[in-house]
């Protein structure tokens, strides 16, 4: 007569390091996506299992598996675009990023990503490597101080802020909710184009633009710029602070 294996539970000061999301008890979306084979061939042994004469011990063990896949299967669909407050860093050649929920999204050099999605609450922030089309949905928020850039489209009520890069194209803003803010000096716009000079020095020229196909001589309504002191406006004002300091000192001596 064949004995069927009887599973152990481990003592309680094992330590459980599997990661899991925030949000209604389930695994993460990653851990998801690498334990469903595995449960997979556990539902097939289910099956095979139910279909014999088992002992009682083993429906037990089959219906909490039972449970686990379905809660895998069907808690994935329903939370597959859902993310836990979680911050990632991406430095590598990725072809696609989607983000969605809370999370924060660091870009760095040398990044190489084709496609990167933003949804929800999502935060990017780009400060190097290369980002070929960037695509803000609902209420996303980005910030970009380097890198290169070729599309950024604002969706919905998304909002990016721009203080800096070593190449971009187009900058398209699609929703009328949605804000861009450019930190620049000696800004220029005409026929569509946005030039003038980073904080750095670096000048720039690319596309602003609400219509990709039309463009307008008139600079979108939802594009606020703010401007950089300049380096000699800078170093006078330094110069000020630091002659009254010492005058006052003086006076006091």
């Keep these: 007569m064949k004995t069927i294996p009887v599973h152990r539970e481990r003592s309680n000061t094992a330590v459980n390091r599997t990661p899991k999301c925030c949000a209604f008890g389930f695994p993460s979306l990653a851990l998801r996506c690498r334990l469903l084979p595995r449960y997979a061939k556990t539902c097939l042994t289910a099956i095979s299992y139910s279909n014999s004469k088992s002992s009682s ?20 669909l329903a939370l597959a675009s859902t993310h836990c407050a979680t911050a990632d860093v991406i ?10 929920g809370s999370t924060s999204t660091s870009v760095v050099s040398p990044a190489d990503i084709s496609f990167f999605d933003a949804y929800d609450t999502a935060s990017v922030q780009i400060t190097g490597g290369e980002v070929s089309w960037l695509t803000m949905h609902d209420s996303s928020t980005a910030s970009i101080s380097g890198g290169e850039l070729s599309w950024i489209q604002l969706r919905d009520s998304s909002s990016v802020r721009i203080t800096g890069v070593e190449d971009m194209g187009w900058l398209v803003l699609s929703g ?12 220029q716009y005409s ?18 633009v ?25 170093i006078l004002f330094l110069c000020g602070i630091a002659l009254f300091t010492t005058r006052k000192i003086n006076f006091r001596g």
């Excluded at 009328?176 to 800004?187: G, H, L």
């Design 210 to 234: 609400e219509n990709a196909v039309l463009p307008s001589n008139t600079l979108p309504s939802n594009v606020l710029i703010s401007s950089v002191p300049e380096p000699s406006t800078a």
């Design 176 to 187: 009328t909710a949605s804000r861009a803010e450019i930190v620049a000096s000696n800004v």
């Design 57 to 76: 011990l083993v429906r037990l063990g089959m219906q909490y598996r039972y449970t686990t896949v379905f809660r895998l299967i069907f808690g994935g």
């Design 191 to 208: 026929g569509g184009h946005l030039s003038g000079y980073w904080g750095s020095g670096r000048s720039f020229n690319f596309w602003v």
């Design 91 to 100: 430095d590598r050649a990725v072809p696609f990023v989607q983000r969605g």
